[in-house]
Nanobody, 122 residues
Framework: QVQLVESGGGLVQPGGSLRLSCVAS????????IDWYRQAPGKQRDLVAG???????NYADSVKGRFTISRDYAKNTVYLQMNSLKPEDTAVYYC????????????????WGQGTLVTVSS
């Protein structure tokens, strides 16, 4: 069994910063890519940023220059550093792994975390 657990959300004022963490657990052999998504109330879930095993990154236009995704392979952790936060960044943030391979070559597809709430408000 594998699991993704997000943390680091909270209430922050406009212009402030937060760092989200996504920790993968289980007998993991490899995770090619991990993405961050967010879902605001009444809206669809959108891709925010992604990183793969070659450390290639991609960002939504709305967060470019403000958010940075990074990865610690030793800790099976992906971070999302969010700076210059705006009220429109308020959402539940989820991490997602398209595929996780564990010992015994077991493949888990579309693994999602439970989400962490980010609220940007004065």
């Amino acid at each position: 069994q594998v699991q993704l657990v997000e943390s680091g959300g909270g209430l922050v004022q406009p212009g402030g910063s937060l760092r989200l963490s996504c920790v993968a657990s289980g007998s993991i052999i490899s995770i090619y890519a991990i993405d961050w998504y967010r879902q605001a109330p009444g809206k669809q879930r959108d891709l925010v940023a992604g990183i793969n095993s070659a450390n290639n990154t991609n960002y939504a236009d709305s967060v470019k220059g403000r958010f940075t995704i990074s990865r610690d392979y030793a800790k099976n952790t992906v971070y999302l550093q969010m700076n210059s936060l705006k009220p429109e960044d308020t959402a539940v943030y989820y991490c997602r792994a398209p595929e996780i391979v564990t010992k015994g070559s077991i493949r888990y597809l579309e693994v999602w975390g439970q989400g962490t709430l980010v609220t940007v408000s004065s």
